[in-house]
């Protein structure tokens, strides 16, 4: 497989888990094995846009066991002979190469991935600032080019922006270092929040600068948050931001 892989360093291996399940986008050659109209397999590929059950192949590292996972869409791009070429988003966690082999299931004739690119991952697109293993260490060997800021930057960004497709919650600078020490999220701490937050889903609660303080486990819905005066809006789950970073403004002992 080749595509987008975003790489995380240091502290910002923090921020993975928001990464692991978030949507991808591959381009990918299934290899046919015996003779199908075209008609027929756009058919077939279209019904696979939905909740679709997978057991994860043998070669995988995860557990074998049935689970679902979401197709956003499936979008056919061409046949030759028996090569199909197909664009797909969905769900992360999804094995493509058990998706072909359904496929052929289905069209009853058999097939297997022969090709797969990954165009997608979570925030990160193809074409928008990616770059290769070869330039990485082109740049980390040429004294010159390790000397340039604005060259790094284009090989390193800042962890917030691995976040952009999660929800946000935006905290006054008062309640960040209790959330740094692993306290959990009340509703006096929260200033704005984004919609989209739905109870029991991941979120980013980030200071008023736009700054990464921590992963949390949303309690409640954006609607919910809003009108709440008290209570805890979202269990800390990781911390991101170090200790001290912003003054303490809360006493110890208290929650």
Not at 10 to 38: F, N, P, W
Request: charged share 25%.
């Amino acid at each position: 497989m080749t595509g987008v892989l975003p790489v995380t360093l240091e502290d910002s291996t923090k921020i993975v888990q928001a990464l692991l399940y978030s949507g991808k986008e591959y381009v990918c050659l299934m290899r046919l094995h015996g003779e199908a109209a075209e008609e027929r397999v756009k058919a077939v590929l279209s019904e696979f846009e939905d909740t679709i059950y997978q057991r994860p192949p043998l070669r995988a590292s995860v557990k074998r066991q049935l689970r679902t996972r979401r197709i956003y869409y499936i979008d056919f791009l061409e046949i030759d002979g028996r090569n199909v070429l197909f664009k797909v988003g969905c769900e992360g966690g999804t094995y493509i190469r058990k998706l072909c082999y359904d496929v052929g299931e289905v069209l009853g004739c058999g097939a297997h991935m022969q090709e797969l690119r990954r165009t997608r991952a979570g925030p990160f697109v193809e074409g928008e600032s990616m770059v290769t293993l070869h330039d990485v260490a082109y740049c980390f060997m040429d004294e010159q080019h390790r000397k340039d800021v604005e060259v790094l930057r284009k090989f390193i960004q800042p962890m917030e922006k691995a976040l952009a497709l999660v929800p946000k919650v935006y905290v006054r600078d008062s309640a960040v270092d209790a959330v740094c020490h692993g306290a959990n999220l009340t509703a006096p701490g929260v200033l704005s929040l984004e919609t989209g937050v739905s109870s029991g889903s991941m979120v980013a609660v980030l200071s008023l600068k736009g700054e990464a303080v921590a992963l949390a486990r949303a309690m409640a819905s954006t609607e919910e948050i809003l009108n709440m005066e008290h209570g805890v809006v979202a269990k800390t789950e990781r911390v991101l931001m170090p200790r001290g970073t912003y003054p303490k403004c809360w006493k110890s002992g208290e929650a």
